[in-house]
């Protein structure tokens, strides 16, 4: 995938040959990704002067269907999260673009990209940290209502009190302390909140990481539940491909800051193409013997994303590894109808 940005923005179409939002109708996506690039710095010198930076997403290009649950899987670091923070606004790309309605919104200055937050919301990995303990679950849903100057005054009331009835909590409660609830009430107090600006994309970043197992159940089926009653699209970020499984209609799998395949769920699961895809499949576990995969084992250690490798970003620990994948980065190309590697395997 080429990174000369000017040449992509004069010849979309050449970003089309190698980029899977070349295949979305126009109107149909609520929100395409182009080449989105974020470099931090990593060292300076004497003078301040950055010598070295951490690339936590390097040229990575998707798109997200109105009404449609985005999964995007892949190790801590991969830069799954740092997508995520870009698309709702909390951190700037160093490249790239990205469109929300056809519109693009890393072009818009601050007031304008201030006016995106009633559509675009973010649900917090960690429901602990996520919540003001100085406020009461009432004041934290209603505050973003407030601000916004959504309601009268004399109405917020009775819309936080339908908020929790919607996430599953009692209005009685909206009087109560965080330190009161359980770390899954505590998440679905995030989730109202990020329900209380009526947004149409929510980017769920690890929503149930941070919670035991039956409560990650009871927060997937009230995402799932509340997808189809509003009409929400979901960008899901998450570890665990169970748990990506039950949510999502398309995935995304990233490592060191690339994206290495993207497909339909069904399609994914039960035909990986890209290596790496296929040894995250491989460790998933399973009762029954019919459904377990022969296990693969990778060796070596996941390359810095300071000093990544010329070629591809797996090689190293790849064991299909074949000629030039030390020296050649492979484009993410479709091949199979609406799948998607960067594999050169397949090229």
């Not at 989105?36 to 290009?61: C, H, I, Q």
């Not at 606004?89 to 601050?110: N, V």
């Not at 197992?213 to 929400?232: F, M, N, T, W």
């Not at 994303?305 to 299909?320: M, N, V």
Request: net charge neutral; proline share 7%; with cysteine.
């Amino acid at each position: 995938m080429t990174a000369d940005l000017t040449k992509n923005a004069e010849k979309p179409e050449e970003l089309g040959s190698v980029s899977p939002t070349a295949e979305v109708p126009t109107g149909e996506a609520l929100l395409e990704v182009r080449n989105l690039t974020k470099n931090f710095v990593a060292a300076t010198n004497f003078f301040g002067k950055p010598t070295s930076y951490v690339r936590a997403v390097d040229d990575v290009s998707f798109f997200i269907r109105r009404g449609e649950a985005f999964g995007l899987v892949g190790e801590s670091g991969c830069g799954k999260t740092t997508i995520g923070k870009m698309i709702v606004g909390l951190l700037t790309p160093s490249s790239g673009q990205i469109f929300y309605k056809g519109r693009d919104i890393t072009a818009l200055s601050e007031s304008e990209r201030r006016k995106l937050c009633c559509d675009i919301q973010l649900i917090f990995q960690d429901p602990y940290a996520s919540l003001n303990p100085r406020m009461t679950i009432g004041q934290i849903v209603a505050e973003p209502i407030q601000t916004n100057k959504l309601l009268p005054a004399n109405k917020v009331s009775d819309r936080v009190d339908e908020l929790l009835e919607l996430v599953g909590l009692a209005p009685y409660m909206k009087n109560r302390y965080p330190h009161e609830f359980s770390g899954g009430q505590r998440q679905r107090v995030g989730i109202a909140r990020a329900l209380a600006l009526e947004p149409k994309l929510i980017v769920c970043d690890e929503p149930v990481s941070a919670l035991d197992v039956s409560i990650q159940a009871q927060v997937l089926s009230l995402l799932a539940d509340l997808k189809e009653r509003l009409g929400l699209t979901y960008l899901f970020i998450a570890h665990g491909l169970n748990v990506v499984k039950h949510v999502s209609d398309r995935v995304g799998v990233m490592y060191v800051g690339k994206l290495m395949e993207v497909a339909e769920k069904t399609d994914l699961y039960h035909d990986p193409l890209c290596p790496y895809t296929q040894a995250l499949f491989s460790a998933i576990p399973s009762i029954d013997p019919k459904q377990r995969r022969k296990r693969i084992i990778l060796e070596g250690d996941v390359p810095s994303p300071i000093d990544p490798p010329p070629g591809c970003r797996f090689a190293a620990r790849c064991y299909k590894k074949i000629e030039g994948c030390d020296t050649t980065t492979p484009d993410l190309v479709e091949i199979k109808p609406n799948h998607w590697c960067a594999c050169r395997l397949y090229q």
